[in-house]
C-alpha cells in the first residue's frame, strides 16, 4: 500500500462499477479510507470486501445522489463514519445518445438529474467538509474531482444534451475554482475519451450499433484504471500543485 493519503476520507460517487470502482480501488490503495455512493448496494458490498481484503479501508452507502437529500445524507454518513471529508470524486453520469429533432425528452431529464443536478447536491453537501479538511493535517488541501468527458470540449451530433451536461461540468468546475482555490481547495476535471464501461450500455440497441460500436472497435479504448490513475495522480501532489484539467484519450482517437 502507498501511503500517500493516510489519514484522508474520499466520497467516490458512481462507484459501482466502472472509473469509478477503479478510482476506489486505487485511492484505498494510496491510504485514503473510501466511501462509495452508488444506487446498486451489491456491488458495492462486493468492492468494499475485496478493499479490505488487500488491506484498504472502505465504506458503501446506497444513495441516488439526483435527490438532494440522498446525497446530502450520503456524505453527512461519510464523515460521521471517518469523522472527516478530504476528497470528492464526482462520478456518477449517464449518456443517453440520439437526434435532439423528435428526441424523448426523459433521456435528457435523467442526464440533467444525474450529470448536472447530482453533481451539484453532492458538491454543495462536501464542501463545508472539504474547506475543514484543507485547514487540517494530514495534507492541509483538499480536492474536488469532477469526471467530465472529451464531450465537454466538442460536440458532436447525436451527443446534443450530453454534451451540454459536459460543458457544464467544465464551466461550473472553473468557476468553483476560483472560489475556493486560495483556500487550498483544488478543483479540477478529468476529461475521458472512449473508456470501456457501462456508459453506452443505457442506450438502445439500435443506437449502440450505429454509433457507439463502430466507433469503439475501430481502436484499443481506455480501461477505467486508466482514468482513475488520472484521478489519482490529480490528488497526489503536493500541496502547491494544482492539476485543474486532464483531457485522457486512447492514442488512436481522433
Do not use: C
Not at 443506437?207 to 463502430?214: A, G, Q, T
Amino acid at each position: 500500500m502507498n501511503g500517500t493519503l493516510v489519514g484522508t476520507t474520499a466520497l467516490i460517487t458512481g462507484a459501482s462499477s466502472g472509473i469509478g470502482a477503479a478510482a476506489a480501488r486505487m485511492l484505498a490503495a494510496h491510504g485514503a479510507i473510501v466511501v462509495m455512493v452508488a444506487r446498486r448496494k451489491d456491488r458495492l458490498d462486493e468492492l468494499v470486501a475485496e478493499i479490505e481484503k488487500t488491506g484498504g479501508s472502505a465504506l458503501a452507502i446506497e444513495a441516488d445522489i439526483t435527490e438532494q437529500s440522498r446525497a446530502a445524507g450520503a456524505v453527512r454518513e461519510a464523515v460521521d463514519a471517518s469523522g472527516r471529508l478530504d476528497i470528492l470524486v464526482n462520478n456518477a453520469g449517464v449518456m443517453l445518445l440520439g437526434p435532439v429533432v423528435g428526441a424523448d425528452v426523459e433521456s435528457w431529464d435523467r442526464m440533467i438529474s444525474t450529470n448536472i443536478q447530482g453533481l451539484l447536491y453532492t458538491t454543495d453537501a462536501a464542501l463545508p467538509h472539504l474547506l475543514a479538511a484543507a485547514e487540517s493535517l494530514p495534507r492541509r488541501v483538499a480536492d474536488v474531482v469532477n469526471i467530465s468527458s472529451v464531450a465537454g470540449r466538442r460536440a458532436n451530433s447525436g451527443f446534443g444534451v450530453y454534451n451540454m451536461t459536459k460543458f457544464g461540468v467544465n464551466g461550473f468546475s472553473e468557476s468553483l475554482r476560483q472560489e475556493v482555490t486560495q483556500r487550498h481547495v483544488r478543483v479540477g476535471v478529468v476529461e475521458p475519451g472512449a473508456v470501456t464501461t457501462e456508459l453506452g450500455s443505457h442506450n438502445p440497441p439500435d443506437v449502440r450499433s450505429e454509433m457507439l460500436d463502430p466507433y469503439f472497435e475501430q481502436m484499443e479504448v481506455l480501461a477505467p484504471e486508466d482514468v482513475a490513475d488520472s484521478v489519482t495522480y490529480m490528488v497526489t501532489r503536493p500541496r502547491h500543485v494544482a492539476i485543474n484539467e486532464l483531457l485522457v484519450r486512447p492514442t488512436e482517437q481522433v
